[in-house]
């Protein structure tokens, strides 16, 4: 299409938002309007000897951010002094749809990650990087979907209340349920649930849903997040390395092109990731013992109170600080933490954990003491979890208490009470079982490259803010941004809206006889 040259034989309807507003003169008007990643030209011409009233109130309501739909015809403009005019639809008629009532940020003007954060609407609208986090998400779960449903896994869904909170070490919430008169707890993990259903003969099956702990909301910690579980008979922790790393990698070319990806932390400090596989591998204790230069107690004598001295003073020598309760298993990790995870930047399995730190994984055959465990770190930062199934009931009975003792002791995040339909399900006998846990929002994270979980979140879990005078607003309703500063201009856009409303009902009569170019 030529400039200048206009084809009135094609019809053309749109609806989108508006992102710029121009004018030549009264007869002439110019909106730029948003749909998806799509922005066109819109042009609105009065004709000669046309009434102009209507028209110009027409075009006086309509503002940037309002969304309008158009029926018109394509043409390409004719503007002085280019050579080729832009594509654009001119339009014959223009119906207002929806108004905004608070003003849109031009381009990249809504940066504020904490408003941003309280209002994930006009992040959306202003920010495609927003738009492209949660498109993102999307081909993460249709990805791991695929995968696992093409290697025989099928999709179930587990409770999300339950009696007790099971299937990993973490505090929950807990909620009352009024018929039954009894407390239940949001689940931490779906793991119990879905190694009964390996049990009822279901060998391959997989869970994408929530999970909610009770516990410190930082910048990779929120209260409720996604986790992808799955779990395979007939399959142990190294069956569950291949096939973890294999997918995520498949997961990481599939989102950004690459099999390397640049994450920046929040001090600034940019890494290469090669997802490439297979993934190094580190046996936990003897790493310790080379990092620290000391050798570790025997791997059967971790529970032990001479292993707790041991432990205190490995701390206090390189002064490390554990919070209490001081727990064998804690200090153990916070070690882990200090020595290995800090050294993971390229995808690490973490393997071989002791016993005292997992408390259904089974017991390795080779090295009494440990388990057939591993975990997997990023960017100093854990991805998931796997192991081998523990199935013997009378040692996942012995694990339970021993996590009681460790509640007892002012552990929050033991499991304190034992399952006992997980028990009767598991004395039914669980065949041999390999499981994987990844946390889905860090592995967005470091996809798209953002340190804090909220920004991977939809709607992130905010604290309270604080406003004007001795107001207090929370949550959501503390998002005043870019020209709505209070509740009284709000107020006043409110009156305009109904005033408008009454204003179309005439305009849509008038409109329905006037030729618009």
Known sequence: MKTGEQDTSVEVKLRGRIIFIRSAGERLRFYVIQNGEEQIQIVSQAKEGDDMEPYLRQHEHLGRGDIIGIVGHPGR?????????????????????????????????FTDAEQRHRNRALDLIANRSTRDIFRARHQINFFITNFLSSRGYISVETPILNQIAGGASAKPFMTYHND???????????????????????????????????????????????????????????????????????????????????????????????????????????????ATGVRFPDSQQLHTDETRDFLLGLLEKHKIICSVPQTNARMLDK????????????????????????????????????????????????????FTELNDPFEQRERFMEQARQKDQGDDEAQGVVDEGFMRALELGLPPTGGCGIGLDRLLMFLTNNYSIKEVLAFPMMR??????????????????????????????????????????????????????
């Open 77 to 109: 403009t004719a503007p002085r002094g280019r050579p080729v005019g832009e594509l654009s639809i001119f339009a014959s008629q223009i119906i207002l749809l929806a108004p905004s009532l608070w003003m849109i940020p031009k381009d990249t003007g």
């Open 180 to 290: 039954l008169k009894r407390d239940l707890f949001l689940r931490i993990a779906p793991e119990l649930p879905l190694k009964q259903l390996v049990v009822g003969g279901l060998d391959r099956v997989f869970e994408i849903g929530r999970v909610f702990r009770n516990e410190d909301i930082d910048l990779t910690h929120s209260p409720e997040f996604t986790t992808c579980e799955f779990y395979q008979a007939d399959a142990n922790y190294q069956d569950m390395m291949t096939l973890t790393e294999g997918m995520v990698f498949g997961l990481v070319k599939t989102v950004t092109g690459s099999h390397i990806t640049s994450y920046t932390t929040q001090t600034g400090e940019t890494h290469q990731v090669d997802w490439t596989t297979p993934w190094k591998r580190i046996e936990m204790i003897p790493a310790l013992e080379e």
């Open 335 to 386: 070690l882990v933490g200090e020595f290995i995870e800090s050294t993971c930047i390229n995808p690490t399995y973490i393997i071989h954990h002791p016993v005292i730190l997992s408390p259904l994984s089974k017991a390795h055959p080779t090295y009494p003491g440990l388990t057939e465990r591993a975990e997997a770190f990023v960017c100093k930062r854990e991805i998931c979890n796997l």
């Open 464 to 517: 309270d803010e604080v406003k004007r005078g001795k107001e207090k607003v929370v949550g959501g309703d503390a998002a005043g941004v870019a020209g709505a500063a209070c509740a009284d201009e709000l107020e006043a856009k409110q009156q305009k809206l109904m005033e408008m409303r009454a204003e179309m009902e005439k305009l849509e009569k008038e409109i329905a006889g006037l030729a618009i170019k």
